[in-house]
């Protein structure tokens, strides 16, 4: 009860006095956010530079975000891979530095994130490599690299790992590793954690906020109401808050996103579920996210997933992209962008 009545709250100065028009209106803005951004779906090697690549640009910088997220990916065969042998890395680096080119023209920040693969499927949150020792070296020369790209591409962050839940207790492997990529980057360096992690990772204080990949769990239907889904966030925050008051270090969402298909709000980091597809729902999580963080001085950016540089969206498609849908009027909305 104590729990609910906090909720109710929580989100009782967003209702105003007319509790029928705030829910059903625009997104609040966040001026406070130094991060806006959009991730840029592609992981092949010259996408980025395309045609499509620049469109991509062009409707990120619409948003009124002023951050563009590119995707460094590096793959293993197995999960249990000591070593990333001769599988490519996308992008290729010359074409992501023209992309981060016009990502500038475009008064968008560059952000390089940088994730591991499994060539069978496997989650990364699964990769627990035989020879851990092996791995780390390996690793280490990957990001020192991704940190040389970063420094030609004047990109304002680093995100070094993401969701290796498995490997975050490694602290002094993941110590060296953070330590090679402030030799070779001057800018903010991150660590992305899947969003049941963030309270496993040891090694916060060694950089400059605490990333979280934040695709909790916000609703127990699959139709509930904005208000229910806003008040399914304040424990979740309560939970962000109590960790970063321990470590010292403010909030990024280094992920957050919502596929547009029934019962997103569930389990939002699930795709492909078969479900009737809820264009609806989608903007309603969108609505009640930008909600959430409105007036959280210690949440300092937020990054979407995604904007798929195949120029998928519409009303009929079910993925995470916001593109031609309702959602993408919430975050517009919230963010200062055009039409």
Known sequence: MRSAMLAL?????????????????????????????????????FGYASAQGRR?????????????????????????????????????????????????????????????????????????????????????????????????AEAVTLVVGTELGR????????????????????????????????GQVPFWDAVDAIGVDAYYPVADSNAPSRLEILAAWQPWLARLDA?????????????????????????????????ATDLAEQADLYWAGLAAVADVSWIRGMYWWDWPLDESGGPMDDGFSPRGKPALDELRAAWGGGS
């Open 243 to 275: 960790i970063r008051k321990a470590v010292g270090r403010d909030v990024v969402f280094t992920e957050i996103g919502y596929a547009s298909f029934d019962g997103a709000g569930m389990a939002p980091m699930t795709y492909d579920t078969g479900a």
């Open 56 to 152: 991509a640009l062009d409707d990120v910088a619409a948003t009124g975000a002023n951050r563009a997220v590119f995707i460094v990916t590096i793959r293993q065969a197995t999960a249990r891979s000591s070593s990333f042998g001769s599988l490519p890395v996308t992008p290729d680096f010359q074409a992501f530095q023209l992309a981060t080119d016009w990502a500038r023209e475009r008064s968008l920040g560059v952000v390089l994130k940088l994730h591991v693969d499994i060539e069978d499927g496997t989650w990364r949150g699964f990769l627990d490599p035989a020879d851990k020792d092996a791995w780390f070296a390996e690793y280490l020369e990957f990001v020192r690299e991704c940190a040389e790209a970063a420094t030609r």
């Open 9 to 45: 709250f929580l989100v009782t100065p967003l209702l105003g006095s007319c509790a029928e028009e705030t829910p059903t209106g625009p997104a609040p803005s966040t001026p406070h956010l130094e991060a806006r951004g959009m991730t840029l779906g592609d992981w092949t090697r």
């Open 167 to 198: 490997l975050v207790g490694h602290e002094q492997d993941w110590r060296r590793v953070i330590a090679a990529a402030r030799e070779a980057f001057a800018g903010e360096i991150l660590y992305a954690a899947s969003w049941d992690e963030v």
